[in-house]
């Protein structure tokens, strides 16, 4: 079992910029990918980025590109998402991620509002 705490959502205007951490816990280990999604009222959870503990490679949803930046520090067991020059559309639920073969877990979710 792995357990994923989110922290860091909340309010800031367009243009802002928000950091947000998962700290992983438990049963953690091999090869596994650890990422953000995100989810609005009546929509698919999406995904915004993603990155492996195996080499560290990433990947954005396209949206985010050169604006959001995914790192870990794997001492911590931990992964930021550094959003940048954030615009409403951005607003929803963001939840962590944690991935390795079929075995899939999913933090509470934190909200970030991005209001004018």
């Known amino acids: 079992q792995v357990r994923l705490v989110e922290s860091g959502g909340g309010l800031v205007q367009p243009g802002g910029s928000l950091r947000l951490s998962c700290a992983a816990s438990?049963?953690?280990?091999?090869?596994?990918?650890m990422g953000w999604y995100r989810q609005t009222p009546g929509t698919q959870r999406e995904l915004v980025a993603s990155i492996t503990n195996a080499g560290g490679g990433t990947k954005y949803g396209d949206s985010v590109k050169g604006r959001f930046t995914i790192s870990r520090d794997s001492a911590k067991n931990t992964i930021y998402l550094q959003m940048n020059n954030l615009r409403t559309e951005d607003t929803a639920t963001y939840y962590c991620?944690?991935?390795?073969?079929?075995?899939?877990?999913w933090g509470k979710g934190t909200l970030v509002t991005v209001f004018s």
């Open positions: 991620n944690y991935g390795r073969g079929r075995e899939e877990y």
């Open positions: 438990g049963s953690i280990g091999g090869i596994y990918a």
